[in-house]
């Protein structure tokens, strides 16, 4: 029977901007295998998968393939999932909408607004906070090694390389320029410095932006993204790993912190990822990653 999808572009208002997403409505009655296939034959960074929820008072049940693996959770494919439950729900007008998403890390809760035709807005709290993973810490000269970067390029300020994951794990590595974070790249090091664990990735960021709201600028590199692609324009489950890191580094106080992130423009597609961090008694209690996107085609898919 044909199943109807949309495409998405996330972490933008802009089309062809931001980070593609595939979401296949009416997943009912397909396997893992055969969503694996078809996120191989969209070719993108995520597919979604939306299926009747285990439980009523939730939304829907998603599943979210790579073009090469199964995620138990990831955040453009939550936000801009949510956005399509919401314009599907023909929901309009400024009132927000609460709902929860059933992914394999957990019970998601959304925020979303529609904000316009085929366009919205939604926020998620992270259903696990970020924890240090690993034995220690990237070594930075490895870093550098492995990014075609100079030593001292890796780490400003109190920052150094570090290993969070808040469902998916990253290793995060600081450069000391918006220079540096456009020139790295994966050298013939990268697999044995970052190839190691379940999820080889990799989330380069600097305090050098294009946006003066902005905080930090960022970069993504993953031999997981599919066949000769490297790169992700925008990842929110990065986004939620690096709060980890900025606990860790940053001399953060008590209360909620809202820190804009960039990602993708080396790529040429823009992209702007909002994290929220709360913090009480010098602990991180919560924590939100939220941003916009907007449809660019919709359709029916034959499998």
Do not use: W
Request: proline letters at 7%; a negative charge; aromatic letters at 6%.
């Amino acid at each position: 029977m044909p199943r109807r999808y949309a495409v998405l572009d996330v972490f933008t208002d802009t089309p062809l901007a931001g980070n593609p997403l595939a979401v296949v409505f009416d997943a009912e009655g397909l396997d893992g295998s055969a969503m694996q296939a078809i996120a191989r034959e969209t070719n993108l960074s995520e597919t979604v998968f939306v299926l009747p929820p285990r439980d009523a008072r939730h939304r829907a049940r998603l599943r979210i393939f790579t073009p090469g693996r199964e995620l138990p959770f990831a955040g453009h494919p939550t936000v801009g999932t949510a956005i399509a439950l919401a314009l599907e729900d023909g929901d309009g007008g400024a009132d927000a909408r609460a709902f929860g998403l059933e992914e394999e890390v957990g019970i998601v809760p959304c925020v979303v607004e529609v904000t316009g035709a085929g366009r919205g807005r939604a926020r998620f709290r992270l259903p696990k906070l970020p924890l240090s993973v690993g034995e220690r810490d990237p070594d930075e000269a490895a870093c550098a090694m492995a990014l075609g970067l100079e030593p001292d390029e890796i780490g400003f300020a109190r920052h150094r390389p570090s290993r969070h994951s808040a469902g998916v794990p990253f290793d995060l590595v600081p450069v000391r320029s918006r220079a540096a974070l456009d020139r790295a790249r994966a050298s013939e090091h990268f697999d044995a410095v970052f190839g190691g664990g379940d999820h080889p990735a990799v989330y380069l960021y600097t305090a050098e932006t294009e946006d003066p709201r902005a905080s930090f600028q960022t970069r993504m590199l993953s031999r997981l993204l599919g066949a000769g692609v490297l790169e992700d324009p925008a990842t929110g489950s990065a986004a939620a790993a690096f709060a980890g890191a900025l606990m860790q580094f940053e001399p953060m106080g008590e209360g909620v912190h809202d820190v804009l992130i960039e990602q993708g423009f080396a790529m040429g597609r823009p992209s702007r990822i909002a994290l929220q961090l709360q913090i009480e008694a010098g602990a991180l209690v919560g924590a939100e990653i939220g941003g916009e996107a907007v449809v660019i085609a919709r359709g029916e898919l034959y499998a």
